[in-house]
């Protein structure tokens, strides 16, 4: 286990509504960054938060917002859901943005929108 | 263009047998990252190993060995003496540059069963 926590596990929702995603960083790890998985596809970056500011951002619509908190915690947050949101959404963590360093993941949300 | 080409969708390997999956590349970054990482059914992306850009020798974790040929930008991951518990998705994924907004960018995948 990587220490990354994320919840809930599984979310329905429908289309126009709002969800809010959990992540629990891995211990001493400053960095978040949140990936969303479509069926069938690798993961894509939707972006990162370094010491509680958004640091990069993937090819995203400004509806997928994020926070991160001062104990590293950080939230995901889509609005106005589409169908095509369902998605496994997926949490990483890092101990810092300086070199190559390894991300560790989290389980994942599954978001399903009908 | 593809940053990470996976182009086997799936494998099968017998149980005991070496495995070897392929990954190519494309940056123009000269510093860089290369990962590959296990996604079993319950979804959950098990990182496996980890190759530097400026390494001189292959990676190696265990059962597992990054073939990494950088004037080819490719990195295989082989796999020795598969074991059934092996059958999942892996992902290779390359991270550019160092510091600020640094992501990861995954390929398609390869979808891997061992089998009896």
């Known amino acids: 286990e990587t220490g990354v926590t994320q919840s809930p596990t599984h979310l329905i929702k429908t289309r126009g509504q709002q969800v809010t995603l959990r992540c629990s960083s891995q211990?001493?790890?400053?960095?978040v960054s949140w990936y969303q998985q479509a069926l069938g596809q690798g993961p894509q970056f939707i972006f990162q938060?370094?010491?509680?500011?958004?640091?990069g951002r993937g090819n995203f619509p400004p509806r997928f917002s994020g926070l991160q908190f001062p104990n590293y915690s950080s939230e995901l947050n889509v609005n106005a859901l589409e169908l095509d949101d369902s998605a496994l959404y997926l949490c990483?963590?890092?101990?810092?943005?300086?070199?190559?360093?390894?991300?560790?993941f989290g389980p994942g949300t599954r978001l399903t929108v009908l | 263009a593809q940053k990470i080409t996976q182009t086997q969708p799936g494998m099968f390997v017998q149980e005991k047998e070496a495995v070897t999956l392929d990954c190519t590349y494309d940056?123009?970054?000269?510093?860089?990252?290369l990962f590959w990482y296990k996604q079993p059914s319950s979804g959950e992306m098990i990182f496996l190993i980890y190759q530097g850009s400026y390494d001189q020798q292959n990676a190696t974790e265990g059962r597992y060995s990054l073939n990494f040929q950088k004037a080819r930008k490719s990195a295989n991951l082989v796999i020795s003496a598969s074991q059934l518990g092996d059958s999942a998705m892996y992902f290779c994924?390359?991270?550019?540059?160092?510091?600020?907004?640094?992501?990861?960018?995954f390929g398609t995948g390869t979808r891997l069963q061992v089998t009896l």
């Open positions: 940056t123009s970054d000269p510093s860089y990252g």
């Open positions: 994924a390359m991270r550019e540059g160092t510091g600020t907004a640094s992501k990861l960018t």
């Open positions: 938060y370094y010491r509680e500011e958004e640091n």
């Open positions: 990483a963590s890092r101990p810092g943005l300086a070199g190559l360093d390894t991300q560790y």
């Open positions: 211990s001493g790890h400053n960095t």
